[in-house]
């Protein structure tokens, strides 16, 4: 059976890799945590067919994809399984090809259950003979497995789904809050929202697992959805597209992660929303710079 090198053992990661040693892989395994059973991403490829990464961003993966290729075969295949860059892949596919090594984007959705219980969704962009090379590897984490086109597409794929997650996320959370203010309570308004037509996954799980328990952990930070909804952003405006939506969620997300604590997961977006204050209706309008000319008595 081929060997597989995994880089990236944060919360994910250990759990995806887990699953693969449980599907008979032999995983040569590295993470700058020390986590993993080698000293290197090089020691970790030495003689891996496949590559697999699950790191924190595009610049995480072009660093250890590069510090790895010494040591991968030749006709290897790196699957990035991060939420990266569509430019930022295809930048390094051109590095990697020049050493006859192949690379399929191959990001998740599913969060820490998912990873778990291998029932991730999984969205591949890149060629579709090398995706049916590694599909039996890519089916040990997810039960989904999606090709969304060529290589990049799955990354894009998956900066657009969370923009829809997050964007939920903040709508939710202010129902609950403006709700909560006008008198209704909380936990109610979640046992109604997920019986009518506005459920999401804020909804069924956020609010009900992580805001109403004031647990905060669901295991995905504030800064990777920034990221993320940054990268659909960008994907809108290099395509030209008007998305005041998704600017303004993205703006959002943004002034969110300046405020919260370094480190805080995204559910806290809850607590940043919660703080906001709106002028009260007595404050006194600003003065106007320029002063207005009396007028004369007739």
Not at 133 to 139: C, F, M, R, S
Not at 196 to 210: A, D, I, V
Request: net charge positive; aromatic share 6%.
């Amino acid at each position: 059976m081929i060997t597989i090198a995994f880089i990236g053992l944060g919360q994910m990661g250990k759990l995806m890799s887990a699953n693969l040693v449980a599907g008979g892989y032999t995983i040569q395994s590295y993470d700058l945590n020390g986590s993993g059973n080698r000293k290197s991403a090089q020691e970790a490829a030495d003689g891996a067919g496949i590559l697999i990464t699950m790191l924190p961003d595009g610049a995480a993966v072009r660093k250890a994809a590069l510090a790895a290729l010494p040591g991968l075969q030749a006709g290897a295949v790196v699957v990035d399984m991060s939420s990266s860059d569509p430019g930022s892949t295809r930048e390094l596919e051109k590095d990697l090809r020049k050493k006859h090594v192949l690379l399929l984007d191959a990001p998740v959705s599913g969060s820490i259950k998912g990873a778990k219980e291998a029932t991730l969704a999984i969205m591949v962009g890149g060629d579709a003979a090398v995706l049916k090379h590694v599909q039996p590897v890519l089916e040990k984490m997810g039960n989904r497995v999606f090709h969304c086109g060529p290589l990049g597409a799955g990354h894009a794929m998956k900066a657009l789904n969370n923009y829809i997650g997050g964007s939920g996320t903040i709508a939710a959370f202010e129902a609950v809050l403006v709700g909560k203010a006008f008198g209704l309570d909380p936990a109610l308004m979640v046992e109604v929202f997920n019986a009518s037509t506005g459920y999401n996954s804020t909804t069924q799980r956020k609010l009900p697992q992580q805001v109403l328990t004031n647990a905060f952990a669901s295991g995905f930070s504030a800064a990777l959805m920034t990221k993320d909804v940054g990268i659909a952003n960008g994907i809108a405006k290099g395509a030209r597209v008007p998305a005041p939506y998704l600017a303004a969620t993205s703006k959002l997300w943004r002034t969110a992660l300046k405020r919260l604590p370094r480190g805080a997961d995204h559910t806290e977006m809850f607590r940043f929303l919660e703080k906001l204050r709106t002028p009260s209706r007595g404050a006194a309008a600003p003065r106007s710079k320029k002063r207005q000319k009396r007028r004369r008595s007739t």
